[in-house]
């Protein structure tokens, strides 16, 4: 027992990188067109994913001696079966590179969590379970619902409402204000807000990209980020501002907007670097944390510290000290794997997320739906940055903000709200694909009456690419003028009410109608959103951080090598 | 919304994970020592948890500390040498020092195989820890501890071709085996510095061994016209309204520059540098690391010259004998010496040479390295034939007449204006023409004269050469 302990856990310090830079390839294998809709490449990612856990869980459980991991991980195996397994079997046109991944992040998050706090492993363990549960439903609300496209302002309202509540209804976690409690249950209405926006921006600008409609939209943008910025929410700010950027240069294809985004958030930086102390504590930390290790710079002085320990092949679960980072389950996760798990192990859970990413990006790029299209660009946007914020931060390479890995770090709204989003893509993958082969259908049935009359023939663009969106308008570039007649026919029969590219034939058909949106003046801007600025160590520092018991040893211990000597004063005979 | 938009985005966030990625793998692969040794770091007690401290070992193979484990697991760090090495080696239970602090990160850690771990997991005992040889000489060492004596100053010794030092003495010097103690005793007494590493840490008015470099400067500053110098030394000499003496009212009556070095003529350098151009002087002090760090990983401290244009005439003159507000440690001394007998060329002085695991495999290896050049091949020769004659004809001939020539200056740094008292320095290398290891020697109120030093460098080189037959 004792033997197979050292054995076992020396194995997979270099098994797991290995077996996660194989999944992290197969992602990135599903992303080319000819291995997509290969079946087996799944399956070797759910091997993947199951030896993993087991190696994880086999870890936990033989260094510590606790039989409590055996429970866990039968608990949360039924639950990655679930989402990989289940939810295909459900929806079986489903995106599973996007559930693999998802239930590899989450597994992976479970069992670091476990190590920091077991109770914390359980609850958020619940909480996923109901994630699921209510997050399984989107996709067929999805398919149901019409009228998601309708409600732009209603969305703005809400989001603005929401993020207002904190201010009225709010507790300060650790400075800032981010959490509301209601029936005993708390939340951040920043995480839910998130999705809204996406949904707010996508109505916005879906039909028309004028200048009118961008000014309108910045002042609803502003509004959230300022608000964030006022909670002391930088992380939040910063995600909304640069989703905001990215969507508006993506929908008017202007890229002038992102010369006035990035001229105008450098400016609110400054701005709020001037205004704010919170903003300039987080900078001070992230350029010289070494002279501020005591306060200002502990939080990521010790995140370093971990990642650096922990090397390349980690410490070994249990084995290392991931409690030392303050607030290391929802700031510092990305820390705490690298620590354990080893660096090699973090790069192979980045290039996962990017194939998240990537994947989404694709998708985005099929889809002829603006609405659809720019909600699951939007949702892509805010995924990759948050990363790209919570992992640059905690490695020093950017300030740090303070915000949740997601599907990895500790926290129920986090979680939940990055389930929906990753459903909502599941949905809109789902009713793209669904429509393109009623359009095939269609197109085959068309084929026919032409073959009868003599005429030319359509070519069912698309097959065997899942979701190029021939339904939903251009249909690709019919073969013959005359399919332009059937073309309209099959988006009117799709369901899918004057989608934008099917009105105005975008693709590059038309371009009329490419110049008319074009019409917009340039360099308009009108983003003022303070944020790009501070993101720093954990907000708030210098309460209760758990540096206590250690900093209690006597004064020798703590001092430098070279400040011992000190204690004989510097010499000067 | 475009493909290609949308593709520029994907590539977008494809190259900032890049950057992501590689900054996390540059600073995975630059800093793991670093950041284990940081004393705010709590794995160092989780490392120490599962394994044992592991042992020092000096060039030749003694034990210089090591870890002994009781019956009831309870472990004792035992320095076999006591006093010998106390600032070297260091200690380790009071915070480090040493080299116990440099190599803390090798000793702690463990490259036991992992059958050997398992069957420690099964005995329930931790694993070994690393073993660190340093590049210390038992012998030497010794040597310059009986010689300093009851003297409080520093001794260091390196070899001149790798930088490897030698030996390293401190006095006042303590006990590791009892720093626990005498911890608080130390501590709070206000006066006391004997956890003060004084030949690393130590900051002394250089007196006339900072005469090197305002030779080397007047030179640079006057590349042929050296070799005429000539000046009349009446024991005493005035610029403006100040006056400055030679060492005990000696007059040297006319000296060259070479005599002017050899016999530490104070008039003569106070008169070189009433001349000298102080900003180029400047550019001299940087180069040669005044106010840097020096490069080398024990904690030290930097040396200062207090250079303006606006300048008295004497402090101008102080400043160019090596008196005024010049600090030096004697490292950096040292180091400039060793430079002077290399050629020009530093080397990065070193004291950890390998590690190894417990079954006596090579984990890691730190060879010689070169910091770079303080002045030309030209200068560093004309610098050593100044140097010789001052042993051959100087104030350092209790030197000469032994099987080697022997390359030095003296120095006698007043470091309090009121009392005649004088700290000894002395600064050199053996042999002259080929030199093989480099002396530096601090004793501090030693007296009235720089003699002191002297038969300290005779019996250190005697006992090194003596060392090789």
């Known amino acids: ?573 | 919304m475009s493909r290609r938009g949308i593709a520029a985005t994907s590539v977008f966030f494809g190259v900032l994970f890049a950057a992501l990625i590689g900054y996390l793998a540059y600073f995975t692969s630059t800093s793991e020592e670093e950041m284990i040794n940081n004393s705010y770091n709590s794995r160092q007690e989780i490392l120490l948890s599962r394994n044992y401290r592991g042992t020092i070992y000096s060039g030749d193979g003694e034990i210089l500390a090591q870890t002994v484990v009781d019956r009831e697991q309870n472990e004792t760090r035992v320095y076999p040498y006591g006093r010998l090495f106390s600032h070297v080696v260091g200690y380790s239970t009071r915070g480090r020092i040493g080299v116990e602090a440099l190599s803390n990160y090798y000793l702690i850690n463990t490259h036991t195989s992992l059958s050997n771990r398992a069957e420690n997991d099964m005995a329930g005992v931790k694993n070994p820890g690393d073993s660190v040889y340093t590049t210390l000489d038992v012998e030497l060492q010794r040597q310059a501890d009986s010689l300093l004596g009851s003297y409080q100053g520093a001794i260091v010794v390196t070899e001149v071709s790798t930088g490897k030092v030698l030996a390293m003495v401190s006095h006042p010097d303590f006990d590791p085996n009892e720093i626990g103690e005498i911890w608080d005793s130390v501590v709070e007494s206000e006066t006391s510095s004997v956890l003060l590493n004084r030949a690393t840490q130590g900051l002394y008015p250089p007196g006339s061994t900072f005469k090197i470099v305002t030779a080397l400067e007047y030179m640079r500053q006057n590349p042929t016209a050296y070799e005429e110098y000539s000046f009349q030394c009446k024991g005493h000499f005035e610029a403006g309204d100040s006056r400055i003496g030679c060492f005990n009212g000696v007059r040297h009556g006319w000296v060259d520059f070479d005599s002017s070095f050899a016999n530490s003529c104070n008039c003569s350098f106070a008169s070189m540098g009433i001349g000298l151009d102080w900003e180029m002087f400047q550019d001299t002090l940087d180069e040669l690391l005044f106010g840097e760090s020096l490069p080398m990983t024990m904690p030290h401290s930097k040396s200062s010259v207090v250079l303006s244009e606006d300048m008295t005439e004497a402090e101008k003159m102080q400043t160019a004998f090596g008196q005024g507000k010049t600090q030096v440690t004697p490292m950096h001394l040292h180091m400039i010496t060793s430079a002077i007998a290399k050629g020009g060329i530093l080397m990065k002085p070193y004291v950890v040479d390998h590690v190894e695991n417990d079954e006596g495999q090579r984990v890691k290896s730190f060879e010689p390295s070169i910091y770079g050049r303080l002045m030309t091949g030209e200068e560093a020769a004309v610098l050593r034939e100044l140097m010789t004659s001052v042993v051959e004809n100087g104030n350092g001939k209790k030197l000469s007449g032994e099987e080697y020539t022997v390359a030095g200056k003296t120095g006698s740094a007043e470091f309090d204006e009121s009392k005649k008292d004088c700290h000894a320095w002395f600064t050199g290398f053996a042999p002259a023409q080929d030199p093989e290891i480099c002396i530096t020697i601090i004793l501090e109120k030693a007296g009235n004269s720089a003699d002191y030093a002297i038969p300290i460098a005779k019996g250190l080189f005697r006992a090194y050469f003596d060392g090789k037959k």
């Open chain 1, 1 to 573: 027992m004792g033997q197979m302990r050292e054995y076992v856990t020396e194995l997979s310090r270099y098994a797991l990188p290995l077996l996660m830079g194989i999944y992290a390839l197969c992602g990135f294998l599903c992303l080319t067109d000819r291995l997509e809709k290969k079946g087996f490449i799944y399956v070797i990612q759910n091997l993947l994913l199951f030896t993993i856990q087991m190696l994880m869980f086999l870890d936990l459980a033989l260094v510590s001696k606790n039989a409590d991991y055996a429970f866990l991980y039968l608990f949360v195996q039924v639950f990655l079966l679930a989402v990989v397994l289940v939810v295909p079997l459900i929806y079986e046109r489903a995106n599973r590179l996007l559930l693999n991944n998802m239930g590899m992040l989450m597994g992976i998050g479970l069992c670091v969590i476990s190590r920091i706090s077991f109770q914390r492993a359980v609850k958020q363990y619940v909480i996923a379970l109901i994630a699921l549960i209510v997050s399984m439903f989107i996709p067929w609300l999805m398919l149901q619902i019409r009228f998601w496209k309708k409600l732009t302002w209603v969305y703005g309202f809400i989001g603005l409402l929401l993020l207002g509540a904190v201010f009225v209804l709010g507790d300060v976690t650790r400075g800032s204000m981010l959490t509301i409690e209601l029936w005993k249950v708390s939340f951040q209405p920043s995480e839910l807000v998130k999705l809204i926006f996406v949904f707010f921006l996508a109505g916005a600008l879906w039909d028309s990209a004028s200048f009118r409609r961008v000014a309108a939209t910045a002042l609803v943008a502003g509004a959230y980020v300022i608000t964030l910025v006022v909670a002391k929410d930088l992380g939040s700010a910063l995600i909304f501002f640069v989703t905001y950027v990215f969507v508006v240069v993506a929908a008017t294809r202007n890229w002038l907007y992102l010369l006035a985004g990035t001229v105008g958030g450098g400016g609110a930086a400054y701005v709020a670097y001037q205004l704010f102390a919170h903003v300039r504590t987080r900078v001070l930390a992230w350029r010289d944390p070494w002279t501020y290790i005591d306060f200002q710079g502990y939080a990521i002085t010790q995140s370093l510290f971990a990642i650096g320990s922990g090397n390349w092949f980690g410490m070994g679960l249990l084995k290392g000290n991931p409690g030392a980072i303050p607030f290391v389950e929802e700031d510092f996760t990305f820390s705490a794997v690298c620590e354990e798990l080893g660096v090699a192990f973090g790069i192979g859970g980045l290039l996962v997320m990017l194939t998240s990413f990537f994947a989404m990006m694709k998708m985005a790029s099929r889809i002829r739906d603006r609405f659809y299209q720019t909600i699951v660009y939007g949702i892509g946007i805010m995924y990759v940055f948050q990363i790209f914020l919570t992992v640059g931060g905690g490695i020093r390479l950017i300030p740090l903000t303070g915000v949740t890995l997601p599907f990895v770090s500790y926290g129920g709204s986090s979680l939940m709200v990055t389930m929906m989003m990753f459903f909502i893509v599941q949905g809109i993958y789902m009713r793209l694909q669904q429509e393109g082969e009623r359009y095939n259908a269609r197109v085959a049935g068309q084929n026919a009456e032409y073959a009868q009359a003599g005429g030319g023939r359509i070519a069912p663009r698309g097959n065997g690419r899942p979701g190029t969106v021939q339904g939903m308008g251009t249909g690709g570039r019919p073969a013959a003028p005359r399919a332009a007649e059937p073309r309209k026919a099959a988006a009117g029969a799709s369901g899918i009410r004057g989608t934008v590219s099917g009105s105005t034939g975008s693709g590059g058909t038309s371009s009329g109608s490419a110049g008319a949106r074009r019409s917009a003046p340039r360099g308009a801007g009108g983003e003022g959103n303070p944020s790009a600025e501070g993101r720093g160590p954990g907000r708030g520092f210098g309460d209760g951080v758990p540096r206590g018991t250690y900093r209690a040893g006597e004064a020798g211990r703590k001092k430098d090598d070279s400040r011992a000597g000190k204690a004989g004063s510097r010499h000067r005979p």
